[in-house]
C-alpha cells in the first residue's frame, strides 16, 4: 500500500468508513470511493452526499498534511458496478449478479467443453464453491449462468419450442488470485430502492 493510499485509508477508516476504491486520473484528479463496512447479517445504509461531504473536508486536511500532490478531490458511493477486491467483498455480494474477468482465459474444461477456450469474462451469480455460507476452505468462488441461445437469421420465424429453449447452466470455479478484476453487474432496478448515489466533487 502506497503512502497516499495508507493515509486515505487511515482517513477513512478514521470516520467509520472503508476505502473501496482509489484511483489518480489525468490533470490531478484524486477519486475516492467509500462505503460502510459490512457487517454479515446486516444492510449497510446507502452512501449519502453528506457523508462524501464529511469525508471529503477530513481528506483535505489530512492530504495537506501530508503533502499529497494532487488539483481535485472527488470523493463518491461505490455505485452500481461496485468494485469487488477482498474476500470480504465477496462474502458481502454472494448471491448476486457479478463480472468477472480472469487473469487467463479458460477452456474445454469448464462446463463440459461449451466454454470458448479464449475467454476471459463471464456474468453470473455469485456463491461460495462449496455452497456454503462460510468461506470455502480453499479461498475458492463460484458463479453460475446461462449464455443466452444464438440469435435466429434475419427474417426466419423462430418456433415457440426455440424461443422457450434456453440453454444449459454453467459454472466456474475460481480463486481470488485468478481475478484480472470482479464488479457487481451494473444491472438496474427501475422497480426497486432509489439508486441515487452520493458525491462531492472539490476543486
Known amino acids: 500500500m502506497t503512502t497516499l493510499q495508507q493515509t486515505i ?3 477513512v477508516r ?4 472503508e476505502l473501496v476504491e482509489l484511483e489518480r486520473s489525468a490533470g490531478g484528479l484524486l477519486r475516492v470511493t467509500i462505503d460502510w463496512p459490512w457487517l454479515p447479517g446486516t444492510a449497510a445504509p446507502p452512501i449519502t452526499l453528506e457523508d462524501c461531504e464529511r469525508v471529503t473536508r477530513q481528506l483535505h486536511y ?6 499529497a500532490d494532487y488539483r481535485r478531490l472527488e470523493v463518491a458511493s461505490p455505485g452500481i458496478d461496485r ?5 470480504r ?16 482465459p479458460v477452456g474445454a474444461a469448464v462446463a463440459g467443453g461449451l466454454v470458448a477456450a479464449n475467454r476471459k469474462k463471464f456474468r453470473g451469480v455469485l456463491s461460495v464453491a462449496g455452497g456454503d455460507a462460510a468461506a470455502d476452505a480453499a479461498g475458492r468462488w463460484r458463479i453460475v449462468w446461462r449464455d443466452e441461445p444464438p440469435p435466429g437469421k434475419p ?13 444449459p447452466e454453467q459454472a466456474l470455479v475460481f480463486t ?4 484480472a478484476a470482479a464488479r457487481l453487474a451494473p444491472v438496474v432496478d427501475f422497480k426497486g430502492r432509489d439508486g441515487k448515489a452520493g458525491q462531492a466533487d472539490v476543486g
Do not use: N
Not at 89 to 104: H, I, P, W
Open 83 to 87: 468494485p469487488l477486491r477482498q474476500a
Open 9 to 11: 485509508d487511515d482517513t
Open 155 to 167: 427474417g426466419r420465424r423462430v418456433s415457440a419450442q426455440k424461443a422457450q429453449c434456453t440453454l
Open 14 to 17: 478514521a470516520l467509520g468508513y
Open 176 to 179: 481470488l488470485d485468478e481475478l
Open 89 to 104: 467483498d465477496f462474502e458481502r455480494f454472494a448471491g448476486a449478479l457479478v463480472d468477472v474477468t480472469l487473469k487467463e
Open 62 to 67: 489530512a492530504l495537506e498534511v501530508a503533502g
